[in-house]
T-cell receptor, first 113, second 112 residues
Framework: KAGVTQTPRYLIKTRGQQVTLSCSPI?????VSWYQQTPGQGLQFLFE???????NKGNFPGRFSGRQFSNSRSEMNVSTLELGDSALYLC????????????FGPGTRLTVL | AQSVTQLGSHVSVSEGALVLLRCNYS??????LFWYVQYPNQGLQLLLK??????LVKGINDFEAEFKKSETSFHLTKPSAHMSDAAEYFC??????????FGAGTRLTVKP
């Protein structure tokens, strides 16, 4: 069974631009969660999508948004990029919302210049 | 609100020695607890999880952790460290949903 895949793996953007990251969950998994990992703040929960609906949301500004498609694939968008948005963005999938076991992808490393 | 605290941002052990990584949690209700490992430039891999069944949880690669409610702890141990265990380890807590709260991480170094 293929694992969680994230594209692209690396991305370089400049301040003010916007970016879209993609996540394909494990086949059969319907929940996708997104996390931001930085050296200063560690791993922080962004949001979770299940059945194309946002189920939970962390404490991030509205510039961070996401969506989920009918095939459970998810995208995360960050608008008006700031230097502090440079991070590793991790996607995790699980069979259902409220499921206690999440499987993580390799992440997308975003650098904002 | 739930949270976890990992004691020690860096731990160094000799190959073959006991590994002990400490994690304390804060939660108003019985939580789910997890240990994940992250190798450089990779995502997180689940080592083990506590979901209110047995208090001693065995995971992959001979890791285990014990849930102690009286101490609000969930420390990770391994009897004998391998060089391949060098990585960053994260303790995490979840209140039965997918909003998982992670500790700051502990970087484990294994000396030959």
């Amino acid at each position: 069974k293929a694992g969680v895949t994230q594209t692209p793996r690396y991305l370089i953007k400049t301040r003010g631009q916007q970016v879209t990251l993609s996540c394909s969950p494990i086949s059969g998994h319907r929940s996708v969660s997104w996390y931001q990992q930085t050296p200063g703040q560690g791993l922080q929960f962004l949001f979770e999508y299940f059945s194309e609906t946002q189920r939970n949301k962390g404490n991030f500004p509205g510039r961070f948004s996401g969506r989920q498609f009918s095939n459970s694939r998810s995208e995360m968008n960050v608008s008006t990029l700031e230097l502090g948005d440079s991070a590793l963005y991790l996607c995790a999938s699980s069979w259902t919302s409220g499921s206690y076991e999440q499987f993580f992808g390799p992440g997308t490393r975003l650098t904002v210049l | 609100a739930q949270s976890v605290t990992q004691l020690g941002s860096h731990v160094s052990v000799s190959e073959g020695a006991l590994v002990l990584l400490r994690c304390n949690y804060s939660s108003s209700v019985p939580p789910y607890l997890f240990w994940y490992v992250q190798y450089p430039n990779q995502g997180l891999q689940l080592l083990l999880k506590y979901t209110s069944a047995a208090t001693l949880v065995k995971g992959i690669n001979d890791f285990e952790a014990e849930f102690k409610k009286s101490e609000t702890s969930f420390h990770l141990t391994k009897p004998s460290a391998h060089m391949s265990d060098a990585a960053e380890y994260f303790c995490a807590v979840s209140l039965h949903n997918n909003d998982m709260r992670f500790g700051a991480g502990t970087r484990l170094t294994v000396k030959p």
